[in-house]
């Protein structure tokens, strides 16, 4: 079946340090890749996304590459902010209506 | 408008109330979901909507009913719902041309 293993933190970091959360998938096909995040009390956002191989996904300063050769979309900030403080969540969809998520990152940025 | 909306953002319900809760977009999406959602844990896929058309159910007790009246809406009806059933209840829409989902900002419900 498909499914996506994530690093489960938490994570804390000082503000301007630089931010890495593995994420590693199995999947029958060719899936496309996706990072959200939930901010407290709040819903989850799209971050990311790459639907082939080689695709980097980026956004408000973070990036991710759909690595097919090593079956990861390792998820990358060089400076993060406190404003980053969330909950992130790898994800994998296949033409198939579902979405498998990896089980979340909690991640802490202290000023 | 890219946006899913749910209504109400907060509900408090006891065990033998009845409640409803609402989700809308218009973005044209044709498939409609709605997620259970546990703290800090990854959403659990409820059911799922294709063209109006419940196409999922993954074994959800019957004490969650759910409803697509048109393309725009999804409702989740609530009767009789244990402590346990207390969480974030997300809807999300997505183009089935793609495979990106749109999450709405969630209604936390609470059974006492």
């Known amino acids: 079946g498909n499914s996506v293993t994530q690093m489960e933190g938490p994570v804390t970091l000082s503000e301007e340090a630089f931010l890495t959360i593995n994420c590693t998938y199995t999947?029958?096909?060719?899936?496309?890749l996706f990072w959200y995040v939930q901010y407290p009390g709040e819903g989850l956002q799209l971050l990311l996304k790459a639907t082939k191989a080689d695709d980097k996904g980026s956004n408000k300063g973070f990036e991710a590459t759909y690595r097919k050769e090593t079956t990861s979309f390792h998820l990358e900030k060089g400076s993060v902010q406190v404003s980053d403080s969330a909950v992130y969540f790898c994800?994998?969809?296949?033409?198939?209506?579902?979405?498998?998520f990896g089980a979340g990152t909690t991640v802490t940025v202290r000023a | 408008d890219t946006e899913v909306t749910q209504t109400p953002k907060h509900l408090v319900m006891g065990m033998t109330n009845k409640k409803s809760l609402k989700c809308e977009q218009h973005m044209g999406h044709r498939a409609m979901y709605w997620y259970k959602q546990k703290a800090k844990k990854p959403p659990e896929l409820m059911f799922v909507?294709?063209?109006?058309?419940?196409?999922i159910n993954e074994s959800v007790p019957s004490r969650f009913s759910p409803e697509c009246p048109n393309s725009s809406l999804l409702n989740l009806h609530l009767h009789a719902l244990q402590p346990e059933d207390s969480a974030l209840y997300l809807c999300a829409s997505r183009n089935l041309a793609d495979n990106e989902q749109f999450f709405g900002p969630g209604t936390r419900l609470t059974v006492l």
């Open positions: 909507y294709s063209y109006e058309k419940l196409s």
């Open positions: 994800a994998l969809s296949l033409n198939d209506y579902k979405l498998s």
């Open positions: 999947a029958t096909g060719y899936p496309s």
